[in-house]
Antibody
């Protein structure tokens, strides 16, 4: 079964840090670009960032709102994706989903259930 | 950044209705446009990719059209399971922005 499962969410104070992880199974993780998408309290979806695969040099891309504060990495040997979040702000409060970008669709075809991040004092 | 604007933000309709949701891009994105359906308590599901291609397993009542800056998602003959929130998303260039969503509710 194709599956993504996030972990690492929680309550953090403004200015703090948090590291999210996403465990993948059921597919060859290393072949795919992987993205983080967040769902805000208002229920909108916001793309956070992407990491390409090894064949494309693990290039990363980020949303303007998180660039310089968030960092995406991956461990293909463990089929795991990470999101390091620093200098967190109240507006980063959201459910964070890891997603797989499908090659044929150029769309996010697999989503994890998400992990909640709350930034509050 | 490319801004994606959906209209309407919410829509009330009845079973059997034909509904259309519009998504406008702030610049030309050719046909790099995807549509997702999100039901309460579930993760988003791809319905349409490349503006008009229907994902495998998606009912034929769903269709997409458009190119450039204006796109539409049409549901022909609403079914009870179609009441959900719909999002467009551009895959033309980073950052890969989403529309704000259209909530489809029962009239």
């Amino acid at each position: 079964e194709l599956q993504l499962v996030e972990s690492g969410g929680g309550l953090v104070q403004p200015g703090g840090s948090l590291r999210l992880s996403c465990a993948a199974s059921g597919f060859t993780f290393g072949d795919y670009y992987m993205d983080w998408v967040r769902q805000t309290p208002g229920q909108g979806l916001e793309w956070v960032g992407r990491i390409r695969n090894r064949a494309h040099n693990y290039i990363t891309e980020y949303a303007t709102s998180v660039r310089g504060r968030f960092s995406i990495s991956r461990d293909d040997t463990r089929a795991t994706l990470h999101l390091q979040m620093d200098s967190l702000r109240a507006e980063d409060t959201a459910i964070y989903h890891c997603t797989r970008r499908d090659w044929a669709l150029d769309a996010f075809d697999i989503w994890g259930p998400g992990t909640m991040v709350t930034v509050s004092s | 950044d490319i801004q994606m604007t959906q209209s309407p933000s919410s829509l009330s309709a009845s079973i059997g209705d034909r509904v259309t949701i519009t998504c406008r891009a702030s610049q030309n994105i050719e046909t790099y446009l995807n549509w997702y359906q999100r039901k309460t308590g579930e993760t988003p599901k791809v319905l349409i990719y490349a503006a008009s291609l229907v994902e495998t397993g998606v009912p034929s009542r769903f269709s997409g059209s458009g190119s450039g800056t204006e796109f539409t998602l049409t549901i022909s003959g609403l079914q009870p399971e179609d009441f959900a929130t719909y999002f467009c998303q551009q895959s033309f260039t980073s950052p890969y922005t989403f529309g704000q969503g259209t909530k489809l509710e029962v009239k």
